[in-house]
Each structure stands twice: as structure tokens, then as C-alpha cells.
């Protein structure tokens, strides 16, 4: 299995919106709608942001949300604030062979 | 609430086995998947695969030979083995929890919602 498709960077100024990609293929992000995101600071453990797409945990801020087209989900941070500074990455289920897949991974830089 | 402790060794010498404990305290064991996930350093995360409570696996296909994930509901504890290891697996190693995600086509276990803080591990003689 292939990993997800993830710019290595992306950035943006405090206040600004940011969206980050995922691609991968039919037979995973384009098959379903078990796609999630995580985030992770330096030094700690992922964190769950963004589940089934488009759904967030208790606890994170509505600045978060996701979306899907066809073999692409997204990731958009909006009203960027300096605490979302971290490495984001996306994972699949891949159900053909009850896997999950990860991205390579996002380093979201706040300018 | 649910809290997640990866214990082991920090060093392994090559060709031995890498063997991690994750203890799952404040919850229960059952009902979810357990996953081990592991990060080289200055790399990104590598699912390496999950096991039910009642003991159904799933590995990723590029360890599938070399690893083996199972829960002990006796101790609420998940176990990761990982055999004939090479500096290619050294990495943080973390556990995680995959609750079910419940469609009409049955649950699904793939996200992850609770992680452990993750315990490093270096293969070197």
C-alpha cells in the first residue's frame, strides 16, 4: 500500500485560512468516508482533529473542518492562530484489506 | 478518562526482538481496536497494525511478516512484537485506541482517538 499524497509544506499569516490536500486513490480515500486527520506539535503525540471526513471530536475548534472530492480530502484551518503551527497528517481507511494508510504529512507553518 | 503508557526497551540490538507494552488504564479494553503506530525520527507516522479485544488482527502488509499485535483483557494491555529488527525500525512507537464508527454497512475501526505519549526506541549493537 502506497502512502497518501501530502504537500510537505504549506503556510499562512494569523487570522488567514489554509487548506491542505490528501490524495490518494479509489480504492481508499475515494472509497468511502473514513478519512482523518491529526495534528502533532513538536515532541507529543497526534492528536485527533477530524474524523468521517468532515466530523471533529469534542474539544476542537470549529476553525477546523474537512472535506473530500473524489480521491482528495482536504483539511482547512481558518482564522489561523500561532498554536496551529504544527505537522498534519491525513490517514485512510483502506478497506479492501482492513488497513489504514497515513500521508506523508503537512508542516503547517503561522507567517 | 482513558489513558495510554507504552513501556519497553529503549535499545534492542539488531536481529533481536522489539517487544512493547501498552497499558490501558481509566477505561475499557473491550469493544475497541488497539493500534500501534510508529514515527523514525524526522519522519512521518507508519500505522503498523491493530488487534480487537477478542483478538482479530490486521497488519500492515510491509511488517505483516515480522509483527504481531495482541490484547490481554486479563491486564489491560495491548503487546507489540516486532521480530529480526534493523536500525530501520528504530522510531517513537505509540498505541492508540480505534473506536467504532457505526453505518449501515456494519463499524468501521480506523481513526484513532486516543493516543499514548509514545516510547522511543533505537535498534543498535
Partial sequence: ???????????????????????????????DNHVSWYQQHPGKAPKLMIFEVNRRPSGVPDRF???????????????????DEADYYCTSYAGRNNHVIFGGGTKLTVL | QVQLEELG???????????????????????????????????????????YYSGSTNYNPSLKSRVTISVDTSKTQIS???????????AVYYCARNPPYATPYGYYYYYMDVWGKGTSVTVSS
Fill in chain 1, 1 to 31: 500500500q502506497s502512502a497518501l499524497t501530502q504537500p510537505p509544506s504549506a503556510s499562512g499569516s494569523p487570522g488567514q485560512s489554509v487548506t491542505i490536500s490528501c490524495t490518494g486513490s479509489s480504492s481508499d480515500v475515494g472509497d
Fill in chain 2, 80 to 90: 507489540l512484537n516486532v521480530s529480526s529488527v534493523t536500525a530501520a525500525d528504530t
Fill in chain 1, 65 to 83: 473542518s474537512g472535506s473530500k472530492s473524489g480521491n482528495t480530502a482536504s483539511l482547512t484551518v481558518s482564522g489561523l492562530q500561532a498554536e
Fill in chain 2, 9 to 51: 526497551p529503549g535499545l534492542v540490538k539488531p536481529s533481536e526482538t522489539l517487544s512493547l507494552t501498552c497499558v490501558v488504564s481509566g477505561g475499557s479494553i473491550s469493544s475497541y481496536y488497539w493500534s500501534w503506530i510508529r514515527q523514525p525520527p524526522g519522519k512521518g507516522l507508519e500505522w503498523i497494525g491493530n488487534s
